[in-house]
Each structure stands twice: as C-alpha cells, then as structure tokens.
C-alpha cells in the first residue's frame, strides 16, 4: 500500500519534470497514511492532479481507489488534451474527449 502511495507521488514528479525550457509552476501534495492528495503544474500547459484513499481498511478487500485527472498541449496543434481517470481494484479506468470508446 505504501507503496503504492510512493509510487503516485514520484509518478506526479516525474510528469512534471522539467524538460529544456518547462518549468514546474506548482506542486502540491498531501500524503498520509490512508489518503493522499497532489496537484502539479507546469508552465507548458500540461498538469496532473489525483487523489487516492484506502477503502474497507483492515479487511480482506482493502483496496486504494484512486481519481484523477492530467492534461497537456499538443506542441504541434496547440490542442489541449484531458484525460480523467479512476483507478481501483477494476483497474484503470480513462476517459478523454481524444480516446476511443468501446
């Protein structure tokens, strides 16, 4: 589980990682430990934010479900894509105006 938690934030990081002239304009995180919390902005335009929380604590089933969203700007059109998400014991689950649907 912790883990997990771990692993969301330094995912958060890395996606904001600066590259060439992009900068992080904002990175916020709360994490504790049954819930986290994280927001991050750079200055191209992209972000990220989610928030997770364990569910049935201390049970056979305990799970962290997870909803978020990110979005960045195509470089080429100007576009600006967003994906939202959940994430649980079912998996990932995106959506986005850019994904196809099943």
Same mark, same amino acid.
């Given at each position: 589980? %912790?883990? $997990? @938690?771990? $692993? *969301?934030?330094?995912f *958060?990081i890395?996606l *904001?990682?600066p590259?060439?002239d992009?900068e992080?304009v904002?990175?916020?995180?709360?994490?504790?430990?049954?819930? $986290?919390k $994280?927001?991050?902005e750079t200055?191209?335009?992209?972000a990220?934010?989610?928030?997770?929380k364990? %569910?049935?604590v201390?049970?056979?089933h305990e *799970? @962290?479900?997870?909803?978020?969203?990110?979005?960045w700007?195509?470089?080429k059109?100007?576009? %600006?894509f967003?994906?939202?998400?959940v994430a649980?014991?079912?998996g990932y689950?995106p959506?986005?105006a850019?994904l196809?649907?099943?």
């Amino acid at each position: 589980m %912790k883990f $997990f @938690i771990v $692993f *969301a934030a330094l995912f *958060a990081i890395a996606l *904001a990682a600066p590259g060439g002239d992009v900068e992080i304009v904002k990175l916020v995180s709360d994490v504790g430990p049954e819930e $986290f919390k $994280f927001e991050s902005e750079t200055s191209d335009g992209a972000a990220h934010s989610a928030e997770g929380k364990l %569910k049935d604590v201390g049970t056979e089933h305990e *799970a @962290i479900v997870v909803h978020g969203s990110y979005s960045w700007v195509d470089e080429k059109t100007g576009e %600006k894509f967003t994906v939202n998400y959940v994430a649980d014991e079912n998996g990932y689950q995106p959506q986005g105006a850019h994904l196809p649907v099943a």
